[in-house]
């Protein structure tokens, strides 16, 4: 995990706009892998915002790697007013662009959006009445794949399965890039790695109110996605990583201590068995039996599993005052 | 001020000012200086509007609401923070508990208590094997204090603020907080309160609760026993699988020395293994340690009176 000051040693290169004057809307934009025509998503998006609002901004976070693009947003940024410009110095990824993303908005509302052709822009106003309507704390997209190519349709809901399956989420699309959030979430969250995938179920997970809308899905997004081998290795790992974290981040015995329990109660009942034959069966030794192999193996898994889950135990239990609970919703003294 | 009274509700809009009305008229009894921290554990009928009318006619009201429906333990830690009294009372806001119970938790904390845990004497036990349960609960439970807790799950406890600072209150460790209080030193004390749960709708206590309370107990007894000196607890941890390991290496000794030689895999085999265990079960030791050094719970002594 990068820490807050690296973090302020590369954002912040280059940002334009007034100073610490509150808007209605922050619009963030994280440009990170790949992106279309940039300025043309720019104004079909601006547009429809400028029916919600006049007072809103758009911050594009751009990685270290996204030199043309840079170079692309910095051209047209001094054609349109509101859009304000964070650069990385290296490739440091989605969840670092979009914290510091949300370090600089002043919007009161925060919305994100994908670099590329995702959501048809008019789709935008659905999520901000929602917001204004109080339905949820963080609005989030779901694409209706209706038009959407075949492979792009399988993989998707494969993931989603496999994510059901650990987390037991019911989002649908949580790869949308469109969320619209109040300002007062955003701290609940830490991102790194690749945790932006799943805000809306770590949100959930802090006791946020996230609400799913349905949106139309543009054109350009239809198009065949096959990624690279690695990165479908990737979202599986990520997808363990987020069924630990909001599992059992606070109570790491409980699930180490069984899994590990059972591991050397299996083990236990083959010794047990060994034992019982070496003392009433004749001609029986021990020596030559793999099993007892076996039982040892377990035996020394299951205690190192018990040892992990009890070292993670004592970490929350020694550094649990900081450990980030955002379940109050209001508080009134 | 002089006390803090926590009161974790949910789903209480038809209770909530009969309770309001007990409670004040009890606290005018005292003559103390009090607030009252309203704990509004997510409810779904608009309790949270009817505390805020409350505490627009009393300004000793606070209020704190939550996002999520946690357990009555988890919603009482986020009244602590913002108490302020020098006592502090918690209780759970359903009416089975009788609010003239208070007295007696500040009586106690006045007589030198640090920490005060409510018994419902009226609660009945369960079945056998729950109170099998129970009783090594118990066991356990006065192995680390000197007195014997007989409902450490009472919702309705007591204690002195200055003593706040050295409890760490995480998730469910919070209902444990008078054993862990006692573990530092603190004077830990019982008192009766009343219960009246309905008869109709009594469950007892059941299996899953009980086998919940002992690895509960357990896993404190563990952190508190172990959080002090990780390093020799992993380290007795180790000594068996030592010993094993040792006892084994010998036998494959023997073998190979004495005259029916039996060229067996096994046993050399196990005998790594279980070297290796006690090898890193020490590492495990060593690296607790180094948590333990780094985190602030050395920084934890026990207030002045």
Redesign the interface.
């Known amino acids: 995990m990068i820490n807050k000051e690296e973090l302020k040693l590369s954002t912040g290169l280059y940002s334009q706009g007034a100073k610490d004057e509150i808007l209605d809307i922050s619009v963030i934009i994280p440009v990170v892998e790949k992106y279309d025509d940039i300025e043309n998503l720019y104004i079909s998006y601006a547009e429809e915002f400028k029916k919600l609002t006049e007072r809103f901004e758009f911050i594009f976070v751009i990685d270290g790697n996204m030199k043309k693009a840079y170079a692309e947003i910095k051209k047209f940024s001094h054609k349109y007013p509101g859009i304000r410009i964070i650069r990385f110095l290296k490739p440091l990824g989605e969840s670092m662009a979009l914290s510091a993303g949300f370090e600089k908005a002043r919007g009161k509302y925060i919305f994100t959006l994908a670099s590329y052709f995702q959501v048809q822009p008019e789709e935008i106003k659905k999520l901000y009445d929602s917001l204004l309507n109080e339905e949820g704390d963080i609005v989030v997209g779901r694409r209706i794949r209706k038009h959407d190519s075949l492979f792009n349709r399988m993989q998707s809901s494969l993931f989603h399965v496999l994510l059901k399956l650990f987390t037991g989420t019911n989002f649908k699309d949580i790869s949308c890039g469109l969320k619209a959030m109040k300002r007062e979430v955003i701290q609940s969250f830490d991102l790194y790695g690749n945790l932006h995938l799943f805000i809306p179920i770590i949100a959930e997970h802090q006791g946020l109110n996230v609400k799913q809308l349905d949106v139309q899905q543009q054109k350009e997004d239809t198009k065949l996605r096959i990624h690279k081998f690695r990165e479908y290795i990737d979202r599986l790992i990520d997808i363990i990583t987020i069924f630990f974290l909001v599992r059992f981040t606070y109570k790491p015995l409980r699930f180490f201590g069984l899994f590990g329990s059972l591991l050397m109660l299996a083990s236990l009942i083959i010794i047990l068995y060994l034992i019982y034959h070496r003392l009433f069966s004749e001609a029986f030794a021990l020596s030559n039996k793999p099993s007892l192999y076996l039982a040892s193996l377990l035996m020394v898994i299951g205690i190192q599993v018990f040892a992990i889950g009890l070292i993670g135990e004592i970490i929350i239990y020694t550094h649990g005052k900081r450990a980030k609970r955002f379940n109050v919703k209001e508080i009134r003294e | 001020m002089d006390l803090s009274l926590i009161v974790t509700l949910h789903n209480q809009i038809r209770t909530i000012e009969l309770l309001y009305e007990k409670i004040s008229l009890e606290l005018k009894k005292l003559s103390l200086t009090y607030e009252i921290i309203f704990i509004d554990n ?1 409810s779904k009928d608009g309790t ?1 509007e009817k505390i ?1 009318m409350l ?1 627009s006619s009393n300004p000793n009201i ?7 429906n ?1 357990s009555n333990i ?1 919603a009482a830690i ?1 009244g602590l923070n ?1 108490a302020s009294g020098e006592y502090i009372v918690t209780m759970d806001g359903n009416m089975d508990y009788d609010p003239a119970d208070i007295i007696r938790f500040i009586i106690m904390i006045q007589s030198g208590f640090d920490v005060v845990c409510g018994w419902r004497k009226a609660k009945k036990t369960g079945l056998f094997l729950s109170s099998l349960f129970s009783k090594i609960a118990n066991a356990i439970i006065s192995s680390m204090t000197h007195i014997k807790f007989h409902d450490i799950d009472c919702p309705f406890k007591g204690f002195r603020n200055s003593l706040l600072y050295v409890i ?1 209150a ?4 919070y209902r444990f907080l008078p054993l862990i209080a006692a573990s530092k030193g603190a004077n830990v004390g019982e008192v009766e309160v009343a219960y009246k749960k309905k008869v109709g709708n009594h469950k007892g206590f059941n299996i899953l609760q009980g086998f919940k309370l002992l690895s509960d107990i357990i ?1 404190v007894k ?2 508190v026993d ?2 002090s000196r ?1 390093f020799w607890f ?1 380290g007795l ?1 180790s000594i068996p ?1 030592w010993i094993i390991g040792s006892y084994l290496f010998g036998i494959y000794l023997y073998d190979i020395f004495s005259s029916q030689h ?1 060229n ?1 895999i ?2 050399p ?2 005998c790594i ?2 070297i ?2 006690s090898m ?2 020490n590492m ?1 030791g060593f ?2 340690e180094l ?2 050094k ?4 050395n920084k934890e002594v026990m207030h002045d009176k």
């Open positions: 997510s949270e805020k505490k606070k209020l704190v609401v939550l996002s999520k946690v988890e986020h913002l760490r995480y998730s469910d460790i896993l563990i952190l172990f959080s990780p992993f941890l699988f039996q067996s096994v046993i085999g196990i293994l279980y290796f265990l890193s079960i495990f690296l607790s948590i333990v780094t985190g602030d719970l």
